[in-house]
């Protein structure tokens, strides 16, 4: 059981500072690559992937029920579940 | 050669390096913006981050019913279809260099951004297992400790959706995440084979816009079939 106590005093700015720091900078590692593709002239980070999903079908069914599980865990669930449900 | 075949093969000559040149300027001018859109993605988000360190530590109730969503799911269902079929208005599977070190040098890129990915991942998971457990170095009132990730993402719902609004700001993101994750992991369109990705064997050429017998690849302009 989690101890709401700590979140309700509040590190929502600093911890939603990590996820979008985390997120962010997923997306512009990605970005940067892709953006050395294309003035390369080379296939790029998008193809090797769906290339990837092509070849690993049973990989990729893994992966979308993990994200969907992920998407419904974030916005299927109440704001604080622990406090709501226990 | 007589003088009028000269002039024709100068003539069509200088009309395919025009037509060289135009395609490299159309290439540039697509790279540029895809500069801006990265550094605009970076700046943005160090935006973002400044902003939400400024704002005031406030908890975040759960007295009311903003959560559970179901519809945010069903758009990010949505979403995931709409990236599969995203292909028939955006699909490219062309490229200036397929040879063997052009695939090489990309697939080797490919596995850098598969091992960031999974570097970011682990570093999550290990914020994730310290907030759950509700780290902390030294507790005070206005920093008691850690919560987890999904904590924090249900209170950036909470407070996108205060003001009486749907959550548009979430919904942005459920659905660009989704569609990307449609649309590269679901493609509607199976990409072409170039032949082994490390090099290991010549292009096929059996693919559509590529000489075959010199493996020269067509370049064809993005936002049509391919």
Redesign the interface.
Known sequence: V??Q??????????????????????????????????????????????????KNPFY?VG??LV??ML???????????S??HN | MTPEQLDERTRHLSEKARGIAQRESVRWAGIAVYGLVTVGLAWGGILLILHLLQQPRNKCPDTSNLLPDPAMILVGLGAILLGRFLGHLRYRDSWEKTDVGARRASSSLGRVAFLLFLGLCTFALIYEALGEQQITVSPTPSFPGLAPITEYSRCAVYYDKLGGGPGWTVYAVVIALCTLVGHWLWSYHPPRDFGDQDGGSTPTGQGRGVDAATAEPVVQPQGGHA
Not at chain 1, 71 to 81: A, R, T
Request: charged letters at 15%; hydrophobic letters at 55%.
């Open positions: 989690i101890d106590t700590n979140f309700q005093h509040g590190t929502y700015a600093d911890g939603m500072a990590f996820v979008v720091a985390v997120v962010v900078a997923a997306f512009v590692t990605i970005s940067l690559l892709d953006l050395v593709c294309a003035i390369k002239g080379w296939p790029s980070v998008g193809y090797r992937v769906r290339r990837w999903s092509r990729v992966l979308l994200l969907m998407l419904v865990h974030i916005v299927g669930n109440h704001i604080m579940y406090e709501t």
